[in-house]
């Protein structure tokens, strides 16, 4: 999915070629503006982690920090009777719990964001695959990450507004907005475009 993000340095010859001067279509997208504007997504993926917390991981920090104390009163307990072998098993147990504790937090992370991500894949899926679609559709040579670009992308290109419409994750004003500003975009580059304008050579 990610393959049509190409993270390249802004060039001149990125935006025209060599031969022709003609112009190369460069979009710039955001994975994170488009799922932030899926309804209740914030709130879905946090109850679905604070579940998984409390059914899942809470459980198993409770089990290693029993297991630990419980290995390590035994051992103390009976470490003089016991085997040089058994005393080694039981110390690399000990060690193991204390080591999963000690790390906990860590480990923690690593498996909220695993959960995160699977929380998030069919999201993505319809997001990249609208964002594919998209740039077959309207011959993008590039797509960039919005901190890519120094200045701000003209709303034609901007892929994260294009893929928000096209999964209908605008609402209605949003929507009035954004013809507003493209009204206003097409009116600066007209206008722009006349001051430029050569004037016509005056009759005799």
Partial sequence: MKKVLFLLALTTSLIYSNNSQAQVKIGSFSQE???GLFPGIQQKQDTVLNKFIQDSLKPEYDYQLSEM???DSVYKKDSATLTA?????MQKEILEHRS???NWQQYQNQVLEQKSNEFLRPYLQKVYAAL?????ENKY???LKEDAF???VPLKDNLTIKVAQKLRLLSKEQEAQLKAQEAAEAEAKQNA???TKPAAPKKN
């Fill in 150 to 152: 120094i200045f701000p």
């Fill in 141 to 143: 040579a590039y797509v």
């Fill in 100 to 102: 999963k504790i000690v």
């Fill in 85 to 89: 072998g058994v005393r080694g098993i």
């Fill in 69 to 71: 104390l419980r290995k």
């Fill in 132 to 136: 594919e679609q998209i740039v077959a």
């Fill in 193 to 195: 475009g006349g001051a």
């Fill in 33 to 35: 503006g488009v799922l």
